[in-house]
């Protein structure tokens, strides 16, 4: 045994030399075996164990027991121990995923304060193969079907999956060591349970001998699959997103030129950046995003859990759901050049500033970034106003014939319909002097013989990040 938990060791890189290692203890036979393994291999790696023990108290003074064996484990082993003492009843919701958020919670914090550098868990080869079978049942994919990872982006290692619980308990008999019962492992009130205690020993009986063998190799080439995957998915998201402060986008005709597998991954990655993860996202909310994409409607929305997905045009934007703190959406400010203005809402901000034209070039046009827009500064004869377009704005874009609406502005420059919602114009008495994109308005716009030049400029800026505002009042 001590051979093969090295070999994973080794296999998956999980320790450095000399790193602090905590062994997380239950005081079950296969976390006590974790940790008499690791202290017969330490001096390989030349490791410094503590031993951690998260006391849940679901079962009143046996819990209380378990924390008293570990402690005195080591003790005896003349080691450091941490405990974790909380209950995750408190939380609500399904028992079992409270209490394995609760250890994680107390393992993040051990390494991220630096007490530990690594954190051993004692699942094994039974523990993957019962993951992987659970999760088969639930419909999972790949990503589902890689079970439990050997090691986590946290730094939580697990060097006994190649070893059946079996094993752990005859490794500790061979060697008189004792460990505890946890008695809730008889009841069948938990799905794991009884995968454990009734549908693998069904199937090791009716089907195959090595179930538990056949589903840990899934596991396995299952992670293959998805290292291969992550990195590929890695790439194209950093060619086809657009992270922005109001979500995610994506072009569709990008969805809709990728092969099916490597697009579906694509829509995951998307929806995993908007939420911050995705759970509760499934294969059917995949499928309704490809959908979507598909249409030959220019727009369409639809919602999964957490995530808002709006398409416009040739674009989808990936949104967590709004929260009553959400930026309103009408505001108005009030400009004093010099100023940086944020918009808000949004992760652009319009600089503006008054020069003299000693050159006499002027420029009108305003695409995004492409170049300054220049206003006639001595035009303006009353106060500056920065504000959100309203339905019903009009005004007549140089170069224009005529008033044209702001909202057939948008339709024809194809303006997508979450980028409207705070999309910016200049007043001066009411009358539009200037709209994003749509440039200054013929009354308003220099000339060669203008004196003094308002320049406005679209800059990027960090959501949130502060600027000059000028009697704000928003609403």
């Not at 939380?91 to 051990?110: P, T, Y």
């Not at 049942?137 to 589902?144: E, I, K, S, V």
């Not at 990872?149 to 094993?167: C, F, K, N, S, Y």
Request: glycine share 8%.
């Amino acid at each position: 045994m001590l051979e093969r938990v090295a070999g994973t060791i080794e296999r998956y890189r999980m320790f450095e030399p000399g790193q602090k290692v905590g062994v997380a203890v239950s005081g079950g036979a296969d976390s006590v075996c974790l940790f008499h393994v690791l202290r017969e291999l330490a001096p390989r790696w030349d490791l410094r164990l503590s031993l951690l023990h998260c006391n849940h108290h679901l079962r009143g003074r046996e819990s209380d027991e378990d924390a008293a064996f570990v402690r005195n484990i080591a003790v005896d082993s003349g080691l450091p121990f941490a405990l974790s003492d909380s209950d995750p009843r408190a939380a609500g919701g399904n028992l079992e995923e409270a209490a394995r958020e609760v250890r994680l919670a107390f393992f993040e914090s051990q390494i991220r304060s630096g007490q530990v550098d690594r954190v051993a868990v004692g699942h094994t080869r039974s523990d993957q193969a019962e993951t992987v079978l659970f999760r088969l049942l639930r419909g999972a994919g790949t990503a589902g079907l890689a079970g439990i990872r050997p090691v986590t982006a946290m730094g939580i290692v697990r060097p006994l999956l190649r070893i059946d619980r079996q094993e752990t308990e005859q490794f500790l008999c061979e060697r008189a060591i004792s460990w505890r019962e946890d008695t809730s492992n008889a009841t069948l009130e938990f799905a794991r349970n009884r995968i454990r205690r009734r549908l693998l020993p069904q199937l090791a009986t009716e089907w195959n001998p090595a179930i538990s063998h056949a589903l840990a190799q899934m596991a396995d080439w299952a992670l293959a699959e998805e290292a291969y995957w992550e990195a590929e998915i890695d790439r194209l998201a950093a060619l086809h997103l657009e992270v922005r402060a109001d979500g995610i986008l994506i072009n569709t005709d990008v969805i809709g030129r990728l092969p099916l597998a490597a697009a579906r991954r694509l829509v995951r990655r998307a929806m995993a950046l908007a939420k911050g993860g995705v759970r509760a996202i499934d294969f059917e909310h995949v499928n309704a995003v490809l959908a979507l994409t598909a249409s030959r409607e220019g727009h369409g929305r639809l919602q999964v859990p957490g995530i808002d997905i709006l398409r416009s045009f040739e674009w989808l934007r990936f949104a967590k759901l709004p929260s009553d703190f959400a930026p309103k959406r009408h505001y108005d400010i009030a400009l004093t050049v010099p100023a940086i203005v944020p918009v808000p809402g949004t992760d652009y901000a319009i600089s503006c500033q008054v020069i003299e034209n000693m050159e006499r070039s002027i420029r009108h046009d305003s695409v995004y970034n492409e170049g300054m827009v220049c206003v006639d500064w001595e035009r303006l004869s009353g106060p500056l106003q920065f504000r959100n377009w309203r339905p019903g704005d009009q005004y007549r874009p140089f170069g224009s014939a005529g008033e044209q609406k702001i909202k057939t502005l948008f339709q024809e420059f194809r303006v997508p319909l979450w980028d409207r919602r705070y999309w910016p114009v200049l007043t001066c008495r009411e009358a539009i002097v200037w709209s994003r994109r749509f440039g200054p308005a013929a009354d308003f716009a220099a000339s060669a013989g203008t004196a003094k030049l308002l320049l406005l400029n679209e800059i990027g800026i960090e959501p949130g990040q502060a600027g000059v505002y000028n009697n704000q009042k928003g609403r």
